[in-house]
């Protein structure tokens, strides 16, 4: 089964930018794979805040964004504010199956 | 206002039986998708499967093929996810989630999740 892969862990200043990115061991990932964005926080359900690439979810905060990055997904977070602390994951689809990525831990200091 | 709403936390023995639900109201439920998908402890998320409200198909994972069946009752808006014998390996956190675009390949509102501890 193919693999997606993220960053383990990232760690960002409060106002800065950090880009997570989200790859498919076997292909480049393009928008047919629906690329969608969750953010969990601690003990909470995951939240959906971006799908099809770069459409984000009525309440997605403008600081999130999602796009495609040099054959991978990939979501910005710009002006990052102490709430964004979370764990992000990212979900491809494939010809058999989704695929979620083994998420990527946002720590913001 | 659109909500999924999951069945209460459950414990339970090692071959024993469960289901559990996801009900959906505020929305017109034959229109999208419900996702399955597990959480267990201390992990990742895992996509479990999905089945369409207008003609009751699904689609499990390869992995979760054989181990759990998900099914609907439209009269009630309700969607299931069963176990005929339950493992110790099942324990985890299920959400069930609307998923849309083709085929149910995007997600917006989640359930708040159901624990499933399986332990003898």
């Known amino acids: 089964q193919t693999v997606v892969t993220q960053e383990p862990s990232l760690t960002v200043s409060p106002g800065g930018t950090v880009t997570l990115t989200c790859a498919s061991s076997t292909e480049t990932v393009t928008s047919a794979h629906y690329p969608s964005w969750f953010q969990q926080l601690p003990g909470q359900a995951p939240r959906p805040l971006i799908y099809?690439?770069?459409t984000k979810n009525s309440w997605t905060p403008a600081r999130f964004s999602g796009s495609l990055l040099g054959g991978k997904a990939a979501l910005t977070l710009s002006g990052v504010q102490p709430e964004d602390e979370a764990t992000y994951y990212c979900l491809l689809h494939f010809i058999g199956d989704p695929v979620f990525g083994g998420g990527t831990k946002v720590t913001v200091l | 206002e659109v909500q999924l709403v999951q069945s209460g936390a459950e414990v339970k023995k090692p071959g024993e039986s469960l289901t559990i639900s996801c009900k959906g109201s505020?929305?017109?439920?034959?229109?999208?998708?419900i996702t399955w998908v597990r959480q267990m402890p201390g992990k990742g998320l895992e996509w479990v499967g999905r089945i369409d409200p207008r003609d009751s198909f699904s689609k499990s994972d390869p992995s979760f093929q054989g181990r759990v069946t998900i099914s609907l009752d439209k009269s009630t808006s309700t969607v299931f996810l069963q176990w005929d014998s339950l493992k110790t390996s099942d324990t985890a956190i299920y959400y069930c989630?609307?998923?849309?675009?083709?085929?149910?390949?995007?997600?917006?509102?989640w359930g708040q999740g159901t624990l499933v501890s399986v332990s003898s």
């Open positions: 099809s690439s770069n």
């Open positions: 989630a609307r998923s849309f675009c083709s085929g149910g390949k995007c997600s917006d509102y």
């Open positions: 505020g929305y017109t439920f034959v229109n999208y998708w």
